[in-house]
Structure formats: C-alpha cells, structure tokens
C-alpha cells in the first residue's frame, strides 16, 4: 500500500511527540532517586560502625517507600501513556499542549515525593499526603484531558476499535475520584492515605492493559 507524504508527517509527528514524552517521564523517574539520603554517621560524632549505618539507613525507610510508590506510579502512567497513544494518528496543537501540561505535572512528581519523604513521620504527616495527592488529582484530571484530545476524529486511528477507547474512558473517570477520595484521607489518617496511594498503582497496574 502505497502512503502519502501526508501520512508519513502524521506518523512522523506523533513520533516526535511519543519520544519526547517518553524522555520526559524517563526524567521524572530518575529524579526520584535524588531524594534517597545517605546517612552522615561521622557527622553526628557516633563512631562509624556497620551496626550504626545500618540503623541509620533503616531510618530512612520513609525516603524509600516514597521512591517506590511514585516510581511506580509514574511507570504505570507511562504505560497508560504509552498504549493510548498507539491508537492516535496524528497529532495537532491541542493535543501537544494537552500532552504538555500531563507532562508538566509528571515532572512534578519528585517534589511531593520529597515532601513524603520527610515529614511522613512528623505531625505534618497529614499536610504532606495531601500535597502528594493533590498533584495526583491533577494527573489524573490532566490524562482526561489528554484521551478526550486523542480520541477526536482526525486524530485518533481510523482503525483504533471503539471497545478499547470506551473502556479508556470509564478507567480514566475514576482517576480523579480515586486520586481525591486518597487526598481528603490524608486529612484524617496519613497512613490510609499512603495505603490508598498504593492500592491505586498497583490497581491500575493490573488495568493497564488495552488489547
């Protein structure tokens, strides 16, 4: 089958753009890692002794368990990402702005994830899981966003099945509901925000798929 120069810039177009967005949530990924301390034993004037590091890494178990949750979750969006743009076509500027702004939240990802990190256990605990749900809320209203502009005709496939895109529109209206309900429990109890945050990811890990 014989394509036209019209097509080839299409693909090419998208192309760019899944690139880009790919490097992006790469990035924010890798920023995560920044924010896992190490410990300064000598610092303290404690004697340098395998027992004292290793008591002082496990105090920093907060750090890690929010490196974990959010390295995840921007994975699984990735992959959310990733299979909604295999049914796109071409991309025009609303798409590429819409794709933007879910971008720039993703990048924004490390910063309440350092926030978890270091008040988790203080009384701000409560604060700071707000703060990291809140930038979820956005996420998600951002990745609604994002399908609505995907899936207008022009831009999404032709041959991209009604199934798949119905069913990543009931998935993503529960984004921002999911998200909140986790967000307004962290007014009450830190640690079922935090237990909601992660049933979330592993959630929409196991949805995920949209074959």
């Not at 036209?4 to 810039?9: E, N, P, R």
């Not at 000598?42 to 920093?60: M, Q």
């Not at 991309?91 to 590429?96: F, G, K, W």
């Not at 496939?157 to 993503?172: G, K, M, N, T, V």
Request: aromatic share 12%; net charge positive; with cysteine.
């Amino acid at each position: 089958m014989k394509i036209s120069q019209a097509d080839k810039s299409a693909e090419k177009e998208t192309g760019r753009l899944e690139a880009f967005s790919d490097g992006v949530f790469a990035i924010a990924m890798t920023l995560l890692v920044l924010e896992l301390r190490v410990p300064h034993l000598a610092a303290g004037g404690g004697a340098v002794t395998g027992r004292a590091l290793a008591a002082a890494l496990a105090k920093e178990w907060p750090g890690y368990f929010a490196f974990v949750s959010s390295f995840f979750t921007i994975l699984v969006m990735w992959v959310h990402h990733h299979n909604l743009f295999r049914l796109v076509r071409r991309a025009d500027a609303r798409l590429l702005f819409v794709n933007g702004l879910l971008l720039l939240l993703v990048t924004a990802v490390p910063f309440p994830t350092a926030v978890i990190a270091e008040y988790l256990l203080t009384p701000a605990a409560k604060v700071a899981c707000a703060v990291y749900g809140g930038v979820f809320v956005l996420i998600a209203f951002a990745f609604q966003l994002v399908l609505r502009s995907a899936s207008r005709p022009g831009i999404v496939s032709p041959d991209a099945p009604e199934q798949i895109l119905r069913r990543f529109r009931q998935s993503y209206k529960l984004g921002p509901i999911f998200y909140l309900i986790s967000t307004l429990a962290a007014l009450i109890n830190s640690w079922l925000s935090m237990a909601i945050f992660t049933a979330l990811w592993i959630f929409w890990a196991l949805n995920a798929s949209f074959e």
